[in-house]
């Protein structure tokens, strides 16, 4: 069932007008012009599409903007006197099936004065709760529906189309890197490419191996309280083997928040450093 939009506050929808006053278009007349509609990712940038590949591929954890060259007429996108989102602006579907969405329109920004907001008025669209890995996924502006304040359409051409289609990536697990060892006692860090499901910490176990012997290490899994996706995996005894070659494993049932699991085992090594002489 589509979600409706999360009511916004109407402070969020006219600090736009409020800030950085002499950078902000909000009385430039013209025509709006859709001149940008990204995947963003979990660190804030756009998801640039490798033009040599079949299947554009992104992040499950995924966000969406619409980017304008003029200010749009919010009474379009907003119910003012309610101060909630009006539903239906952007429709994301994963697997044909329509998600809940939240939306939010930004009225300040600027193609010139651009600081932490997108580069001009924005519209963002967030899945609630989400996407499920190696799904296919529909994101669709509801154009028809947008207006400037000179009561003018938004423009969309080619160049810019109103629908992205991709596909997340699958679910996966990485650890950390570094070019020297670890320190017996550091407490190593994996992190799924989606939120993982509750049960996730109890797939990680780990092995140490010195020499030609492999032994099981009992460890401690704790998840970040920063991060969903970020783990540290310790040692219960409080220290690796020094000198040892550590491998942390992820079972193959392992799963994100939505039941999709990694398939087959993922295996990540590291070496701790050898004993002083």
């Not at 092995?207 to 219960?236: I, K, R």
Request: aromatic share 6%; hydrophobic share 45%; glycine share 10%.
């Amino acid at each position: 069932m589509l979600g409706l939009e999360k009511p916004l506050p109407r402070v969020a929808l006219l600090a736009g007008a409020l800030w950085l006053g002499g950078c902000i278009e909000a009385d430039k007349p013209g025509t709006p012009r859709l001149v940008a509609f990204d995947v963003i990712d979990a660190t804030g940038s756009a998801v640039m599409k490798d033009p040599d590949a079949a299947v554009f591929t992104a992040t499950p954890r995924a966000t969406f903007t619409a980017v304008f060259d003029n200010v749009l007429d919010f009474t379009q996108i907003v119910d003012v006197e309610a101060g909630v989102g009006l539903p239906g602006l952007v429709t994301i579907t994963v697997k044909g099936v329509p998600a809940a969405t939240s939306t939010v329109y930004t009225p300040n920004g600027s193609q010139k004065y651009h600081f932490i907001t997108a580069a001009g008025p924005n519209i963002s669209a967030t899945p609630m709760g989400g996407l499920p890995s190696g799904a296919s996924v529909v994101v669709a502006l509801d154009v028809a529906r947008l207006r400037g304040h000179n009561g003018q359409p938004v423009v969309v051409d080619a160049a810019v189309p109103a629908q992205i289609s991709f596909e997340t990536a699958p679910f996966g697990v990485t650890g950390e890197a570094s070019d020297m060892p670890f320190t017996p006692d550091h407490a190593f860090v994996i992190t799924a490419s989606n939120i993982p499901g509750e049960t996730f910490a109890t797939k990680v176990s780990a092995t140490s191996t010195v020499g030609a012997v492999t032994t099981p290490v009992e460890v401690t899994v704790t998840a970040s309280e920063e991060d969903p996706t970020s783990f540290t995996v310790a040692p219960m005894a409080g220290m690796w083997p020094a000198g040892a070659k550590i491998t942390v494993a992820v079972a193959a049932d392992a799963a994100d928040a939505f039941g999709v699991a990694l398939g087959q085992p993922a295996s990540i090594d590291f070496t701790v450093a050898a004993a002083a002489p």
